[in-house]
């Protein structure tokens, strides 16, 4: 695993767009998994700056998104789905019928679960953007006694949900379960790139990056990914560096 350190969460912004648009650049019929949470928020203003100044092509990208809450439509204001489009999509070149996300409203999970796994499979990630949450999650695949390797529905910790609150009216409104892409999901990507930043997340950081490869701290399984670079500014590199 390849760690660059960031001065502060702008700097980590900069730092994943620029890892993002060099793939772009390479590929530009390339697959972008792509996450959620705050995280990567920054990298996606960089990325619609840099397309805004015309050195970025997105018509032939196609995305991959991790995850979505269950019972939310795409047209609701939490949903991953309305997130990706206000923070990225709607601001760029990329064809809407090539982002991809799971349906929160889909009346056949198996079939929807099964279906994002072959869609994963066909399509090949060439780069797997990741958060991470203070449990150690990444998509929503949370702490259990084993990897779960496909896309399925999870029940969301009350570490989770707490976390996501802040995003909600209120914690009741936060959804209690949410579609995953799973383990082999993400680890099938060429690459993996992941961005933390804050103190909240510097204790998990050490333990995913130094703990043993534990499905009770999911991201720790990125330690057995061939080419996985993780991005993480000062505050989150506090308890590392140590
Ligand atoms: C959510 C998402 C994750 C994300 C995590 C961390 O739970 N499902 O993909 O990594 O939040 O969010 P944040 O970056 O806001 O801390």
Known sequence: MKLIRAKDYADLSIKAAN???SVVTLKPDCVLGLATGSSPVGAYEELVKKYQAGVLDFSRVKAVNLDEYVGLSKEHDQSYAYFMRTNLF???NIDPANCHIPSGLTDDPEGECA????LISDLG???QLLGIGPNGHIGF???DSVFLPHTHCVTLTETTINANARFFANRDEVPRRAYTMGIWGIMQAKRI???????SKAAVLKEMLTGPVDPNVPASVLQLHPDCTV???RDALAVLDR
């Open 90 to 92: 709607d601001h760029i």
């Open 231 to 233: 991005i993480a500014d």
């Open 19 to 21: 890892i993002i648009s």
């Open 141 to 143: 695949n949370e702490p």
């Open 115 to 118: 279906a994002y796994d072959r």
């Open 125 to 127: 990630t060439d780069l």
């Open 193 to 199: 790139l992941m961005v933390v930043s804050g103190s």
